[in-house]
Protein backbone atom coordinates (compact mmCIF):
# COMPACT_ATOMS: atom_id res chain seq x y z
CA UNK A 1 0.00 0.00 0.00
CA UNK A 2 1.68 3.40 -0.93
CA UNK A 3 1.55 5.92 1.54
CA UNK A 4 3.23 9.24 1.74
CA UNK A 5 3.41 11.06 5.33
CA UNK A 6 4.35 14.59 5.74
CA UNK A 7 5.35 16.14 8.86
CA UNK A 8 7.93 19.06 9.98
CA UNK A 9 5.30 22.08 9.40
CA UNK A 10 4.88 24.65 12.30
CA UNK A 11 4.94 28.18 12.94
CA UNK A 12 8.06 30.01 12.01
CA UNK A 13 9.16 33.87 12.23
CA UNK A 14 9.98 35.26 8.35
CA UNK A 15 13.54 34.79 7.79
CA UNK A 16 13.87 31.42 9.14
CA UNK A 17 13.92 28.02 8.44
CA UNK A 18 11.98 24.75 8.51
CA UNK A 19 12.69 21.27 7.28
CA UNK A 20 9.75 19.22 6.39
CA UNK A 21 9.79 15.51 5.85
CA UNK A 22 8.06 13.16 3.47
CA UNK A 23 8.40 9.65 4.37
CA UNK A 24 7.62 7.08 1.58
CA UNK A 25 6.18 3.49 2.26
CA UNK A 26 4.79 0.87 -0.46
CA UNK A 27 7.31 2.15 -2.80
CA UNK A 28 11.14 3.39 -3.57
CA UNK A 29 12.05 6.30 -4.24
CA UNK A 30 14.78 4.79 -6.39
CA UNK A 31 11.39 4.49 -9.02
CA UNK A 32 9.28 7.40 -8.66
CA UNK A 33 9.82 11.08 -8.36
CA UNK A 34 8.18 12.95 -5.57
CA UNK A 35 7.17 16.61 -5.24
CA UNK A 36 6.09 19.01 -2.79
CA UNK A 37 3.03 21.32 -3.27
CA UNK A 38 1.62 23.88 -0.83
CA UNK A 39 -1.88 25.11 -0.70
CA UNK A 40 -2.89 28.62 0.84
CA UNK A 41 -5.80 29.42 1.52
CA UNK A 42 -8.04 30.70 -0.80
CA UNK A 43 -5.42 29.55 -3.51
CA UNK A 44 -4.90 26.59 -5.98
CA UNK A 45 -2.49 24.42 -4.99
CA UNK A 46 0.94 25.07 -6.72
CA UNK A 47 4.15 23.04 -6.98
CA UNK A 48 7.21 24.28 -5.22
CA UNK A 49 9.45 21.71 -6.14
CA UNK A 50 10.22 17.65 -7.60
CA UNK A 51 12.83 15.42 -7.98
CA UNK A 52 13.18 12.65 -10.72
CA UNK A 53 14.34 9.35 -9.98
CA UNK A 54 17.00 8.00 -12.49
CA UNK A 55 19.84 11.00 -12.01
CA UNK A 56 18.01 13.27 -9.33
CA UNK A 57 17.29 16.13 -11.20
CA UNK A 58 15.48 18.76 -9.37
CA UNK A 59 13.15 21.25 -10.37
CA UNK A 60 12.23 24.50 -8.50
CA UNK A 61 9.50 27.31 -8.87
CA UNK A 62 10.40 30.72 -9.51
CA UNK A 63 9.72 32.14 -6.41
CA UNK A 64 11.36 29.59 -3.69
CA UNK A 65 14.79 28.91 -5.76
CA UNK A 66 17.65 29.89 -3.65
CA UNK A 67 15.35 29.11 -0.55
CA UNK A 68 14.10 25.71 -0.90
CA UNK A 69 16.01 22.70 -1.20
CA UNK A 70 14.50 19.50 -2.49
CA UNK A 71 16.74 16.21 -0.75
CA UNK A 72 15.96 11.84 -0.76
CA UNK A 73 16.96 9.76 1.60
CA UNK A 74 16.72 6.64 -1.04
CA UNK A 75 18.00 4.38 1.97
CA UNK A 76 15.33 5.41 4.46
CA UNK A 77 12.82 6.63 2.24
CA UNK A 78 12.44 9.98 3.29
CA UNK A 79 12.23 13.17 0.83
CA UNK A 80 13.34 16.57 2.27
CA UNK A 81 12.47 19.99 1.80
CA UNK A 82 14.79 22.54 3.72
CA UNK A 83 13.22 25.73 3.25
CA UNK A 84 14.95 28.88 4.54
CA UNK A 85 15.26 32.80 4.21
CA UNK A 86 11.15 31.77 4.66
CA UNK A 87 8.42 35.02 3.89
CA UNK A 88 4.91 35.63 4.77
CA UNK A 89 3.55 34.10 1.39
CA UNK A 90 5.06 31.04 1.63
CA UNK A 91 2.51 30.14 4.56
CA UNK A 92 0.12 27.23 2.96
CA UNK A 93 -0.09 23.42 3.86
CA UNK A 94 2.87 21.60 2.46
CA UNK A 95 1.91 18.04 0.64
CA UNK A 96 4.25 15.60 -0.90
CA UNK A 97 2.74 13.64 -4.10
CA UNK A 98 3.94 10.80 -6.23
CA UNK A 99 4.12 10.76 -9.64
CA UNK A 100 5.85 8.58 -12.54
CA UNK A 101 9.51 8.18 -12.80
CA UNK A 102 9.78 11.74 -14.28
CA UNK A 103 8.65 14.78 -13.05
CA UNK A 104 5.30 16.46 -14.12
CA UNK A 105 3.77 19.81 -13.95
CA UNK A 106 0.27 18.55 -14.20
CA UNK A 107 -0.89 18.01 -10.99
CA UNK A 108 -3.55 14.86 -12.14
CA UNK A 109 -0.24 13.30 -12.69
CA UNK A 110 0.36 12.97 -9.21
CA UNK A 111 -1.64 9.81 -7.86
CA UNK A 112 -0.82 9.31 -4.11
CA UNK A 113 -0.75 12.60 -1.77
CA UNK A 114 -0.47 12.96 1.70
CA UNK A 115 -2.19 14.75 4.24
CA UNK A 116 -0.17 17.75 4.46
CA UNK A 117 1.86 19.62 6.79
CA UNK A 118 0.67 23.36 7.63
CA UNK A 119 3.75 26.07 7.91
CA UNK A 120 2.84 29.14 9.30
CA UNK A 121 5.24 32.14 8.55
CA UNK A 122 4.41 35.30 10.67
CA UNK A 123 5.93 37.22 13.35
Known amino acids: QVRLVESGGGLVQPGGSLRLSCRAS????????VAWFRQAPGRNREGVTC????????YYEDSVKGRFTISRDIAANVVYLQMDNLKPEDTATYYC????????????????WGQGTQVVVSS
Open 97 to 112: ARTGSLCAIDTHKYGY
Open 26 to 33: GFGLQSFA
Open 51 to 58: ISTKDGSE
